[in-house]
């Protein structure tokens, strides 16, 4: 497997992280980001640090910071949401407006049987997610997804609870049925850095979104 490098400079790297991948080796073992790290180096003394969390089955742009000291600064951006992030997901299904905005407060909930998964709950933590209609296909939609906060699954939550259909392939909130993943793509990233020019990068589509009709977004 190669990973596709986005941006690239002294103190940044944004790769274009294949859907599947988790970033963090899971207990039961097997491929993870930490895998390729070392190749990710580029000639530096460190291998890169990931400064946020993708879902194992979302794909593209993932900010890895080079030394310690980026890795703070980065980390802080994320946290005063000097950050702007776009997704690029399909929904199963065909939502009857062309945009809109979900705001829904989500909470952790954990059960024996179903394990944790986030839901809207009125004292859970405030979130907010723009979205607008890119493309339909089939009964099926290529959506763009801007979140103003970064809670745990919270594009997937807010598409399941707040749009009224989950995205396709989601075994938490929806069927999981229609793809082999769930269908979100980690399409644009965008971190300011004072008075230095921007972390920008752009990730292309991946070959099963177009495989289901949606080639580019």
């Avoid at 839901?119 to 009964?139: C, E, N, Q, Y």
């Avoid at 082999?180 to 070959?207: C, E, I, Y």
Wanted: aromatic share 6%; charged share 25%.
């Amino acid at each position: 497997m190669t990973i596709d490098i986005l941006f690239e400079d002294g103190e940044a790297l944004v790769i274009d992280k294949p859907g599947g991948l988790p970033i963090e080796r899971p207990r039961k073992g097997g491929p993870a980001l930490e895998d390729h790290l070392d190749s990710l180096k580029l000639g530096f003394q460190r291998a890169p640090v990931a400064v946020h969390r993708l879902d194992t089955d979302t794909s593209g742009c993932l900010l890895l910071a080079r030394n310690p000291k980026a890795l703070k600064r980065f980390a802080r951006a994320f946290e005063e949401r000097q950050v702007a992030k776009r997704y690029l997901g399909i929904l199963d299904g065909e939502p009857g407006e062309e945009e809109g905005t979900v705001e829904l407060a989500l909470s952790k909930i954990s059960s024996a049987d179903k394990g944790w998964r986030m839901i809207p709950a009125r004292k859970g933590k405030p979130s907010l997610t723009h979205w607008r209609v890119v493309a339909r296909r089939g009964g099926r939609t290529l959506v763009e997804f801007t979140p103003e906060t970064g809670r745990t699954h919270q594009i997937r939550v807010h598409a399941a609870s707040g749009i009224g259909m989950a995205l396709l392939g989601d075994p938490v909130y929806g069927s999981g049925k229609g793809a082999p993943r769930t269908m979100l793509h980690a399409a644009g990233l965008s971190v300011t850095r004072g008075n230095k020019p921007p972390v920008d990068a752009t990730a292309p589509l991946p070959p099963d979104f177009a495989a289901l009709g949606f080639g580019d977004g």
